[in-house]
């Protein structure tokens, strides 16, 4: 199993990045998919999470409206196009996967793998 979290890197607040989360060796198909981050001295914490269909989503509030999570089945890839970016999203993302049924995710952090994953810097 293999999730290779990609796409992170500097920008400036106001800015966008979109992260990207290749998936192998499970099937995909049938996994919840989400979005983690964990901040300096900080604990890890939910960011957003997909179904498996795509039909159903998770935000947490800091990032609704600013904040995309999609999925590609074909390509067993996981998004999240972040816009608007601010200094406080500055942290470690990390993509995890759960087998989990098609309703509304959880996204609770008790995922079955994660990736390692990609620094996101914020400057103000």
């Known amino acids: 199993v293999q999730l290779q979290a990609s796409g992170g890197g500097l920008v400036q607040a106001g800015g966008s990045l979109r992260l990207s989360c290749a998936a192998s060796g499970f099937s995909f198909d049938y996994y919840t998919m989400g979005w983690f981050r964990q901040a300096p001295g900080k604990e890890r914490e939910a960011v957003s999470c997909i179904s498996y269909s795509g039909g159903n989503t998770y935000y947490t509030e800091d990032v609704k409206g600013r904040f995309t999570i999609s999925r590609d089945n074909a390509k067993n890839t996981v998004y999240l196009q972040m816009n608007s970016l601010k200094a406080e999203d500055t942290a470690v993302y990390y993509c995890?996967?759960?087998?989990?049924?098609?309703?509304?995710?959880?996204?609770?952090?008790?995922?079955?793998?994660w990736g390692k994953g990609t620094l996101v810097t914020v400057s103000s």
């Open positions: 995890g996967a759960e087998f989990h049924s098609d309703y509304r995710p959880i996204c609770n952090g008790m995922m079955d793998y």
